[in-house]
């Protein structure tokens, strides 16, 4: 199998969503067992303990939701002040939905530690660079577009779930999962979209719904396991992109 022409690290990143914790833990031991790096980006307080057992594997970023009736706050101040008590520690995001502006961007460098923006999707293109943006502030922020994520995955007409569909990179392949659709294997949305109407707040979904909607073949699981066996030896966090600028 060949993600490229290059060995090129592998960044495997997390949006958690108010996910369940039994679908993130499942995600972190099958990235603890075989000592791959990833990054998480927290919505809320669930799981972020148990993963910062690991600082030598995880890093803790922040996702902060910017969209109307955000249970984060209603101005972007009170967003990324919330999500910066929730992650004292971070200095890398991913805005939900990919919600971004370059006032958001702005305030980010100007009120938070911030450094790193991976809130760029450029799906399936070939040799992404990270570059920095300057906004007038005291630091420029680096951004990092990433190129795969499962969600988009299940919706772009031509591709499946095989690893042959992630475009080669020269400099880093940085590759987006989210906790429930994984853990469920959820290959066209409906899993979730179920779950999610018997339970409109995804993370008290109880394990035995979920576990009754995992479905087996192709999918989201089977991909999340094996860019793991590519990753090996060959993994990074976010914070850790930032030499290659
Ligand atoms: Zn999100």
Not at 44 to 53: H, N, S, T
Not at 165 to 193: I, W
Request: charged letters at 20%.
């Amino acid at each position: 199998m060949s993600l490229g022409k290059n060995e090129v690290p592998i960044i495997i990143t997390i949006d958690m969503e108010w996910a369940p914790g039994y679908a993130v833990r499942w995600m972190v031991e099958r990235l603890w067992e075989n000592s791959v790096k990833a990054t998480f980006f927290a919505t809320d307080l669930a799981e972020i303990d148990y993963i910062r057992q690991f600082p030598e594997l995880f890093e803790l970023g922040i996702h902060p939701n910017f969209l109307p009736g955000s249970d984060h706050g209603e101005t972007t101040e009170e967003v990324l002040e919330f999500c910066m008590k929730l992650v004292p520690e971070a200095v890398s995001m991913r805005t939900h939905c990919l919600v971004q502006s370059t006032p958001i961007l702005r305030k980010a460098l100007d009120l938070t530690p911030i450094e790193n923006d991976c809130s760029l999707l450029l799906p399936f293109t070939p040799n992404v660079s990270g570059h920095k943006l300057y906004l007038g502030a005291a630091r420029p922020l680096n951004r990092f577009p990433f190129v795969w994520e499962d969600d988009v995955t299940q919706m772009t007409p031509g591709v499946d779930w095989s690893l042959g569909c992630m475009p080669a990179q020269d400099k880093y392949l940085m590759v987006n999962f989210h906790p429930l659709t994984v853990y469920l294997n959820d290959a066209r949305g409906e899993s979730y979209r179920n779950l999610k109407k018997a339970n409109p707040k995804i993370g008290n979904t109880p394990k035995e719904a979920a576990d009754k909607l995992i479905s087996s073949g192709p999918g989201p699981q089977k991909t999340f396991l094996e860019i793991i066996a590519a990753a090996k030896n060959n993994s990074a966090m976010v914070k850790e992109l930032g030499g290659t600028l």
